[in-house]
């Protein structure tokens, strides 16, 4: 059997496991996550082990310095979030309802004024189609919040998987490779090499730049008086994972709020939105992700789109560390083969 047959075969096989894994999507949430903090517990883990420390102790280690950041984090900040929770729910119908009437003032501020007919029209239909996606956007942000709450289940799961993951690596590789042929196994191990390097730096990269994005958001809203910037500032964390997307998201809660409590604050809030993606953009993730992924940013947007079709959110979060698995995956392809024919 030729090598390049070989490489054929085994691409066919990596496309098949791909649609079976896009098959059974719904079930494979919490390995998501799961992988997710494989990735971002490995380097300690390996450290740990490398200071004779066995593996299962490292894990358990790792596990309890996580619980005591989590329950510092908790401890620091729970009341506050909790208390603009509740206060957020109990204004939410008075909130909606100064959002349903916010285009009615536009509409009677454009008749107050003279107009030709035409233009007076176009401007009627333009407010009235603001207004119907203004109603929409209160229940769009909660079932985007419902989703996230719906996956606690799975965050829950995630760690108990993760050290299987972490306690079982080498083993689940050699199980993995198992079934290949002895020549292919050590070009497999380069492959897996190559993809871990890369995804795992930018998912740490990323979740690191996430957090800092995040308390710069809640510190600018706070210090803008918008309320809610403890919540605010979580949601701006969690969305700027999702590339290009995420911080228009993350952003637009923020401003329908500041806009509700004067115009000037809303301005002020978007130029703060802007200098902190300016400073994302330009100090953090080069300096904190890099060009770690390398993706051409149409094929991130592509990616990104395509994931938030299949997987909804989780899709989203997913894209660009999918994308950079198959871009690794083509150009060690490609390397094999040009070595082949030369």
């Known amino acids: 059997m030729s ?40 380097p300690i883990v390996s450290l740990l082990e490398a200071k004779q420390v066995p593996r299962p102790l490292a894990i358990v280690l790792l596990y309890a310095i996580f ?18 929770l509740e206060h957020m729910l109990e204004r939410l119908p008075e909130t909606t309802r100064q959002l349903e009437t916010l285009p009615q003032g536009f509409l009677s ?18 407010i009235r189609q603001a207004q119907g996606w203004i109603e929409g956007l209160a229940s769009r942000v909660a079932q985007v919040l419902m989703g996230f709450l719906s996956r606690l289940v799975d965050l829950v799961l995630a760690p108990f998987l993760a050290y299987y993951i972490l306690k079982d690596r080498d083993r689940l590789a050699k199980a993995s490779l198992s079934w290949l042929p002895t020549q292919a196994r050590k070009d497999a191990l380069e492959l897996f090499g190559r993809i871990n390097r890369v995804v795992g730096r930018f998912i740490r990269g990323q979740l690191i730049v996430s957090v800092v994005v995040g ?23 969690l969305f700027d994972i999702i590339p290009y997307f995420g911080p228009i998201l993350g952003a637009i809660p923020a401003l329908v709020l ?10 002020w809030t978007f130029l703060m939105f802007v200098a902190v993606q300016q400073l994302e953009g330009s100090v953090l993730s080069p300096k904190i992700v890099g060009e770690q992924v390398g993706l051409h940013p149409l094929t991130v947007i592509f990616s990104v789109l395509a994931g938030g079709e299949l997987l909804g959110v989780t899709g989203m979060l997913l894209a660009v560390p999918a994308a950079a698995t198959v871009k690794v995956t083509a150009g060690f392809i490609g390397e094999k083969l040009m070595a082949e024919s030369s």
């Open 258 to 267: 500041a806009f509700l409590r004067d115009p000037l604050t809303a301005l």
């Open 109 to 126: 501020g454009w008749e107050r004024r003279w107009l030709p007919a035409s233009l007076q029209e176009a401007a009627d239909l333009v």
């Open 215 to 237: 308390g710069l958001v809640a510190l600018g809203l706070s210090l803008l008086g918008v309320r809610y910037a403890l919540f605010l500032g979580l949601l701006a964390g």
């Open 67 to 84: 619980l005591v950041f989590m329950a510092s984090v908790v401890y620091a900040f729970l009341p506050s979030l909790q208390r603009e």
């Open 3 to 42: 090598r390049r047959l070989k490489v054929g075969l085994l691409a066919g096989g990596a496309l098949l496991a791909c649609l079976f894994l896009v098959r059974v999507r719904g079930v494979l949430t919490p390995f998501y996550f799961a992988f997710a903090i494989a990735y971002l517990g490995s």
